[in-house]
């Protein structure tokens, strides 16, 4: 085994519970090979990596510590997998995402966490702080011999579950979102309003891509026999099955919601647009008859280009037509009001 590289800012967390029931917190790196030889022990490695290029830490941990398959090293490695389970016969990997809004832009955001689990221990990856590994990892130190006590694999069914209850807790987000967004249609209108459509649709879209996968990886690791799954424990698996085939089904609804809030603001637009071309269409009319009039006669009262003084005098024929002209207005305003138009 080559000497381990600088860890360079990749945090590694050792948490070991050993065969006699003593629970070590801070388990020394170099030392793995001592509790993954321990049977009856269970032994929680977590591992976060800064965004970016891979550091040579994690990728020594995963290849010469562990010695996992490289395929399933490249594919922890680099971020942007679709939730999936592979079946190493010896451990398995698993790729899940857990989901929250981003507190700053309001955005979905998908956080990956890579998976290998063995017959007594359990690797975790990832590139950002997961809330519900610190909280696992908390709990642990608060009850140290009980929440590892069952093994590597309820261990992750823990992970797992807090991990679905956090994608519910961003759905019930997104559904005060577009009740928001609906009022917002109803009370006023403007861009913005389309803008915020458009991104909760994206985040619910995002959603359901994750969950249709993740729905696959629950039902195999509650139905399919691995050998790093203890039987008596898969039904712990089939409960977070459960929830997130619910909460799969919710994305659904939230999908309608947002399409239904979307033709309401489209309705609302069109609307408003019709109730605008009628004001102008109204005004037009109104003024239909000074045009008539002005263009009949030119408004050459005062010049020699026609002859109108046998009719009556020009101060009478200028005030008449001016008269006339504030009338037209007023009388085609009364009569659209009478045939309904306004």
Request: glycine share 6%.
């Amino acid at each position: 085994m080559t000497a381990p590289p600088e860890a360079s800012g990749c945090k590694v967390r050792a948490l070991f519970r050993d065969g006699a029931g003593e629970m070590h917190l801070d388990w020394p790196v170099d030392r793995i090979p001592e509790a993954t030889g321990d049977a009856k022990g269970t032994l929680w490695i977590d591992v976060e990596d800064p965004p970016g290029q891979p550091s040579a830490f994690a990728e020594h941990l995963l290849r010469e510590v562990f010695r996992f398959h490289p395929l399933a090293v490249d594919d922890a490695l680099r971020e942007s997998h679709i939730p999936k389970i592979d079946d190493w016969d010896d451990y398995i990997y698993i790729v899940f995402h857990s989901s929250r809004i981003d507190p700053e832009t309001g955005d979905l955001s998908l956080q990956e966490l890579d998976v290998f689990l063995g017959p007594n221990y359990l690797v975790t990856y990832h590139q950002e702080p997961l809330e519900f590994l610190v909280e696992g990892r908390q709990a642990i130190e608060h009850d140290p011999r009980d929440r590892m006590r069952h093994g590597a694999d309820h261990l992750l069914f823990r992970f797992l579950d807090r991990s679905v209850d956090q994608s519910l807790e961003t759905i019930e987000t997104l559904d005060e979102r577009i009740d928001r967004v609906q009022d917002a249609v109803m009370s006023r209108h403007g861009p913005r309003n389309l803008q915020a459509i458009f991104r909760i649709k994206r985040s619910a879209i995002q959603l359901q891509k994750t969950f249709g996968p993740q729905r696959d990886v629950l039902n195999k690791l509650a139905r399919d026999p691995y050998k790093v799954v203890k039987e008596e424990h898969r039904v712990y698996f089939r409960d977070v099955y459960d929830h997130i085939v619910r909460i799969h089904d919710v994305s659904e609804g939230l999908r309608d919601l947002i399409a239904g809030t979307l033709d309401t603001y489209l309705s609302v637009m069109s609307n408003r647009t019709n109730e605008i071309m009628k004001a102008l269409t109204m005004v037009t009319v109104m003024f239909m008859p000074m045009s008539f009039l002005s263009g009949f006669f030119g408004m050459n009262f005062f010049g020699s280009t026609m002859a109108l003084d046998a009719l009556m005098p020009k101060w009478a024929l200028f005030w008449g037509c001016l008269g006339l002209m504030a009338v037209s207005p007023i009388a085609m305003l009364i009569l659209a009001r009478r045939r309904g138009w306004l």
